[in-house]
């Protein structure tokens, strides 16, 4: 079916109109009306070829919600007319030890991501959600409740299974002494989950404008990373959360940490960190990484998210102005993740 959307044409190129096909319904395929689509940094990143030679075009976009238009013959989940959303990945193997145990994000074979990758006949280009219109497997696809707002709902597709998973991995719980780096698309919903669970959440975040807004968002402290906060907050974690987009130092974080505490990598600026042996042997510390959920977790997310009314903090931009929020958000000036009306396509 014909689709319009915005494309990256090259690297680095400003996006702009585009046209193309989506396929027509399989079996086990669901068509639906993109309603909103969310912004993420990671559009940018691979938009700019920041984590090496990507596809072009490019139609980016994996936090996308809509309206169920059409069912293949085989699909149980959907009916016409019900609210759907698709996150970062749209297919995987479905053999493997991760795919039969619901972690199809660490799909053996790869998962196909959204967007910028090739789908399972390696030749069809995967195209995103900054679009009118998708098709995508059922098993892919994830029930959005009539309770949440809709706009607002799109990120939770990948800023919201993103910090939710590594939030119940790490079974934060009442009084788990939580950090999260960065207040931005992915650290606001994770001060909104960890808050939500009980925990004693603290943002950092080299945007001192942002200290209300953190404690709205559910944050009991917020430090100004450029201030000497190293001593005051050494040992004083849990769990951190580096959710920051950019290059930093690690070590003053990890210092941060408690006995057996983690920092848990989320943010994906391409470059590798310097790790100091010391820091981690004393206090036996952890460093882990968490790429966003398995189809199963991001329904129990979306669960979880309509039982205690959360969604994100949203600003709704029109097509046209894509290119403007991309400069935004790199500024670190969105509030607090910009989602695409996708009427405007
Ligand atoms: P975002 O909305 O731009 O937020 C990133 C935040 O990092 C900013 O709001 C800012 O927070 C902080 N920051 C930016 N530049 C900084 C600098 N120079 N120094 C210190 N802090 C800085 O981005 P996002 O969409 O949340 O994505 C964050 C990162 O996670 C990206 O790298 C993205 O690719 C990655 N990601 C990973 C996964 C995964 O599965 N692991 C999934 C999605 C995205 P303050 O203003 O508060 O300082
Ligand atoms: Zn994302």
Known sequence: MKTRGYAALQSKAPLTDFEFERRPIGDRDVGFDIKFSGICHSDIHQAREEWGPALF?????????????????????????????????????????????????FCSEGMTATYNSLERDGKTVAFGGYSNYFVVDERYAVKVSENLDFAGSAPLLCAGITLYS??????????????????????HMGVKFASALGAEVTVFSHSASKAADAKRLG????????????????????????????????????????????????????????????????????????????????????DFCA???????????????????????????????????????
Request: proline share 4%.
């Open 57 to 105: 075009p490019m139609v980016p976009g994996h936090e996308i919600v809509g309206i169920v238009t059409v069912i293949g013959t085989k699909v149980s989940k959907f009916k016409v007319g019900d609210r759907i959303g698709v996150g970062v990945f749209i297919d995987s193997c479905k053999e493997c030890r991760n795919c039969k145990r619901g972690m199809e994000h």
């Open 166 to 187: 590594p939030i119940r991995h790490w079974e934060v719980k009442k009084d788990s002494r939580v950090g999260v780096m960065g207040l931005g698309g992915l650290g």
């Open 219 to 302: 944050a009991s402290n917020f430090v100004d990373i450029s201030s000497d906060w190293p001593k005051m907050h050494r040992k004083g974690f849990d769990l951190i959360l580096n959710t920051v987009s950019a290059e930093l130092d690690l070590e003053p974080y990890l210092q941060a940490l408690d006995t057996d505490g983690t920092l848990v990598i989320i943010g994906l600026p391409g470059k590798p960190y310097a790790i100091n042996a010391g820091t981690m042997l004393e206090g036996r510390r952890s460093i882990s990484g968490s790429m966003i959920g398995g189809m199963a977790e991001l329904q129990e997310m979306m």
């Open 307 to 345: 039982e205690k009314n959360i969604v994100s903090d949203v600003e709704i931009v029109q097509p046209n102005q894509i290119n403007r929020a991309y400069e935004r958000t790199i500024k670190s000036d969105v509030k607090y993740r910009f989602v695409i009306d996708a009427s405007g396509f």
